[in-house]
């Protein structure tokens, strides 16, 4: 069984920081691409930051120059550095995660999803 396990929230004033962290567990044979989404109530899942195995970033417009996305391979872990955040950052967080399961190494890579970490900014 595989599992993706978030931490790291909480809440915050504008302008501070928060880091979030992401671990992949259980029958893993290699992880392709990870990152975060985020959902404010009401609004859609939207891409937050996402990170290739060979660590080429991507970012939302709103969040470039403030949040950094990184990962340890060793470790089947992301992490989500969050600087200057603001209110509108406030939403529940996401990992996500392409993983090949060896158990089921025929079907490819199968996303997975977090249980969510919420990220409260105040103003």
């Known amino acids: 069984q595989v599992q993706v396990v978030e931490s790291g929230g909480g809440l915050v004033q504008a302008g501070g920081s928060l880091r979030l962290s992401c671990a992949a567990s259980?029958?893993?044979?290699?992880?392709?691409?990870m990152g975060w989404y985020r959902q404010a109530p009401g609004k859609q899942r939207e891409l937050v930051a996402g990170?290739?195995?060979?660590?080429?970033?991507d970012y939302a417009t709103s969040v470039k120059g403030r949040f950094t996305i990184s990962r340890d391979n060793a470790k089947n872990t992301v992490y989500l550095q969050m600087n200057s955040l603001k209110p509108e950052d406030t939403a529940a967080y996401y990992c996500?995660?392409?993983?090949?399961?060896?158990?089921?190494?025929?079907?490819?890579?199968?996303?997975?999803w977090g249980q969510g970490t919420q990220v409260t900014v105040s103003s």
């Open positions: 259980g029958s893993i044979n290699n992880i392709n691409a």
């Open positions: 996500h995660a392409e993983i090949r399961d060896r158990r089921y190494y025929s079907r490819g890579y199968m996303n997975y």
């Open positions: 990170i290739t195995n060979g660590g080429s970033t």
